[in-house]
């Protein structure tokens, strides 16, 4: 059984899948053991014939949908089919790097927490635009509010976390709002959340950028359905940080924990 599970959700990525899954397949992991399934969600842009004709070893399995589903579609069918002891979420736009996994892992193998979020440092060089920015800022405020919590990026796609934990999370989200309704679904479940600054590259509109200002207005919307809605019954908390210290590695990225 392969250590880690990363779920590639992707759609109309002609341009960057295959150098997101090279950059995968040539990523110094230390792991033991490593699955990469990619989700095509009805792609209709070539992706799929690229997916089809890479020359790919036997970790890396292609999964489809007939039809466009939504990012939280495919994580959910990537997340039936992980094998990995902890699953991960990894975009194909190459925003996110691999090289960043194992730092993640790490609160995760200490027992300091239940997941682990790479959370993004807003740069002149890897913010999309100023509205993009605040935008993530008032979501992230708005379930620290709903949840009496204190996150920095509730929209991160670096999730790391048990795959047991991931999969009894309930999640029904089909698009974006995915992102939002995993934390909501954690923080209600009193999960601990560790916090990992992770390095990131915001990638315009032109090349492919699909969040919209509705996809804003979902992430809301979901927030408030999660806060009123009964919790899912998740495996017992079974971490209890701190059983030992952070290393001065992650400390000096500004880690922190939320629970």
């Known amino acids: 059984m392969p250590e880690l599970t990363i779920l590639m959700p992707v759609f109309n ?8 899954i090279r950059e995968v397949i040539d990523a ?3 792991v033991d053991g490593v699955e990469l399934l990619v989700i095509d969600d009805g792609s209709d842009d070539g992706t799929s014939r690229l997916l089809d ?3 790919w ?8 949908h007939d039809g466009n589903r939504g990012k939280g579609a495919a994580i959910r069918t ?3 089919a992980a094998a990995g002891t902890y699953s991960t979420i990894l975009d194909a736009d190459l925003e996110y790097s691999p090289a960043s996994l194992p730092e993640l892992l790490v609160p ?3 027992r300091w927490a239940d997941a682990v979020y790479g959370t993004r440092a807003f740069q002149s060089h890897s913010a999309y635009s100023f509205w993009y920015v605040v935008g993530n800022k008032f979501v992230t405020f708005a379930a620290n509010v709903l949840y009496n919590a204190w996150l ?19 999640l029904r989200e089909s698009g974006f709002a995915i992102e939002p309704e995993i934390t909501a679904r954690l923080l209600t479940a009193k999960m601990t959340i560790f916090e990992v600054s992770t390095p990131y590259r915001a990638r315009t509109r032109e090349a492919g950028k699909k969040l919209t200002s509705m ?4 992430v809301i919307r979901t927030l408030a359905r999660c806060r009123l809605r009964r919790p899912p019954k998740v495996p017992e908390h079974h971490y209890e940080p701190p059983i030992s210290s952070p290393g001065p590695d992650l400390r000096s990225q500004d880690s922190a924990a939320v629970r």
């Open 13 to 20: 990525e002609a341009d960057t899948v295959e150098t997101a």
């Open 28 to 30: 110094d992991l230390p």
């Open 53 to 55: 004709d890479g020359d």
């Open 57 to 64: 070893p036997e970790w890396v399995r292609i999964l489809r």
């Open 78 to 80: 990537g997340l039936e």
């Open 108 to 110: 995760l193998r200490e």
């Open 152 to 170: 920095s990026d509730i929209m991160t796609c670096h999730k790391v976390m048990p795959t047991d934990l991931f999969r009894a999370l309930g």
């Open 215 to 218: 996809d804003g207005l979902r």
